[in-house]
């Protein structure tokens, strides 16, 4: 088992930024690949962004590409998505995911709790 916990979400103005954080335990993190959903009000869960195990490989959603970064720091069991030049579509509960392989990220296998980001003008 995987215990996945997020933090950071918050109010923010449109424009502004954001850092979110996903702290795991239970299992090696390193074993994983990591990455972020997002659910807004009355839509699908939509992928955001995943990285590998080494953090060598990174993938985002077009909706975010140069604006959100994920990363991870492996010794601190964590994984990060800095949100930058926010915009208010960007509203939605975040969430943490793990899986086996970034490959697989469609279907991970552990879920965090979510945070909720709401981006205001």
């Known amino acids: 088992q995987v215990q996945l916990v997020e933090s950071g979400g918050g109010l923010v103005q449109a424009g502004g930024s954001l850092r979110l954080s996903c702290a795991a335990s239970?299992?090696?993190?390193?074993?994983?690949?990591m990455g972020w959903f997002r659910q807004a009000p009355g839509k699908e869960r939509e992928f955001v962004a995943a990285?590998?195990?080494?953090?060598?490989?990174?993938y985002y959603a077009d909706s975010v590409k140069g604006r959100f970064t994920i990363s991870r720091d492996n010794a601190k069991n964590t994984v990060y998505l800095q949100m930058n030049s926010l915009k208010t579509e960007d509203t939605a509960v975040y969430y943490c995911?793990?899986?086996?392989?970034?490959?697989?990220?469609?279907?991970?296998?552990?879920w965090g709790q979510g945070t909720q980001v709401t981006v205001y003008s």
């Open positions: 239970g299992r090696t993190f390193s074993s994983y690949a």
């Open positions: 990285i590998s195990w080494s953090g060598g490989s990174t």
């Open positions: 995911a793990a899986e086996s392989k970034i490959a697989t990220m469609t279907y991970p296998g552990y």
